[in-house]
């Protein structure tokens, strides 16, 4: 068979770039042929069948969470759907005149994702607890702040969908295992020391989506390399990690 591992995060939702939702083609040659290319009637009536949703779902779904300038930074937080209708055009010109104006540097989040499929997929023993992370713009996706809070805190404890001590093992020893990180991942002398302390009886997540970039609560200490960075709570300003590699 086939050696197959998987991560996940615990939020029903995606998030990336706009220009992601134009079709391959649009993208040959580069950003700045792509700016070009969008300016044409043409090819905006030609694409205009295609800009639609990647996951399902409508267009009201999708959220502005990074909107580069100040322009149009208001939208942040409002769906393509509120600014096209806004703006009285069509959704495909809509969506090019902002790429233009912006320089292509908008990105969304897409809320389209099957709650109780990620509790199905959490549960599965070669799941580890993972997350992409985008910090730029107020109106992140929530996984930012939140992933690892919100399943130690609601999946855990809350909803008693696995053991606290199997949470964390598919943060850390289950991870560092399969990527070959030796030295990493659990607590036994001559290992990194990176380690997280925690109330189990109040760690949670606070980000949402209405105000995804909130920390966390039940997270006193953090040691990143032997160093700590969190103390009681708060940032001490050291900055000890580093790139990791397989060994």
């Known amino acids: 068979g086939v050696d197959v591992t998987f991560d996940q995060y615990p939020y029903a939702a995606a998030s990336t770039v706009l220009h992601s939702l134009l079709p391959y083609w649009v993208h040959a040659g580069g950003p700045a042929v792509l700016l070009e290319r969008i300016k044409d009637p043409a090819v905006r009536e030609q694409i205009a069948d295609s800009v639609k949703p990647m996951w399902g779902s409508t267009l009201d779904d999708y959220v502005y969470s990074h909107i580069g ?24 010109d809509s969506i090019c005149d902002l790429l233009i104006e912006e320089n292509l540097e908008v990105a969304f989040v897409a809320r389209t994702g099957n709650p109780e499929n990620i509790r199905t997929i959490v549960r599965h023993p070669a799941h580890m607890v993972g997350s992409d992370g985008v ?3 107020e109106m992140p996706n929530p996984r930012t ?17 696995f053991r606290m ?9 289950l991870p560092a295992q399969r990527l070959g990180l030796q030295d990493r991942g659990i607590l036994r002398d001559g290992m990194k020391a990176d380690v997280v302390v925690f109330n189990p009886d109040t760690v949670a997540a606070k980000a949402t989506f209405e105000d995804p970039k909130q920390y966390p609560v039940g997270i006193d200490y953090v040691i990143v390399n032997g160093k700590l960075v969190i103390d009681n709570g708060t940032h001490t300003g050291a900055l000890p990690g580093r790139a990791l590699k397989s060994q």
């Open 69 to 92: 300038s100040g322009k149009n930074k208001e939208w942040e937080g409002r769906s393509m759907t509120d600014l096209a209708d806004f703006q009285s055009k069509k959704m495909v």
């Open 135 to 137: 910090l730029t713009g």
């Open 145 to 161: 702040f939140g992933t690892f809070p919100y399943v130690l805190g609601q999946f855990s404890r809350e909803e008693g969908l």
């Open 165 to 173: 001590e199997e949470a964390v093992r598919k943060m850390t020893a």
